[in-house]
């Protein structure tokens, strides 16, 4: 069973900096891509960030020059450096996984951690 597990986040001033990783556990070969997506209050889940498995990455406009997204060395480990944060950053940020390479095959599914809170004071 694949599961998207979150840490970091929490509370940072304006101006400062935070990171959040992401691991994907389960009997998995590869991942497709893999990327972070954020929800704030009222608002819409929207695309932070992603990056594939051959390493091309993207970014929402409000981001980037800010924030870096980068697998891990053993390709099932996201992160997301955030630097110079805003408060409109503030949100949950979750974990999404795109196609699962497995004993069976890619499943082309997609997966959600349950989130992590980012809090940016002014």
């Known amino acids: 069973q694949v599961q998207l597990v979150e840490s970091g986040g929490g509370l940072v001033q304006a101006g400062g900096s935070l990171s959040v990783s992401c691991t994907v556990s389960?009997?998995?070969?590869?991942?497709?891509?893999m990327g972070w997506y954020r929800q704030a209050p009222g608002k819409q889940r929207e695309l932070v960030a992603s990056i594939t498995r051959g390493g091309s990455t993207n970014y929402a406009d409000s981001v980037k020059g800010r924030f870096t997204i980068s697998r891990g060395n053993a390709k099932n480990t996201v992160y997301l450096q955030m630097n110079s944060l805003k408060p409109e950053d503030t949100a949950v940020y979750y974990c999404?996984?795109?196609?699962?390479?497995?004993?069976?095959?890619?499943?082309?599914?997609?997966?959600w951690g349950k989130g992590t809170l980012v809090t940016v004071s002014s």
């Open positions: 999404n996984a795109e196609g699962i390479l497995t004993v069976d095959g890619w499943d082309g599914m997609d997966y």
């Open positions: 389960g009997t998995i070969f590869s991942i497709n891509a």
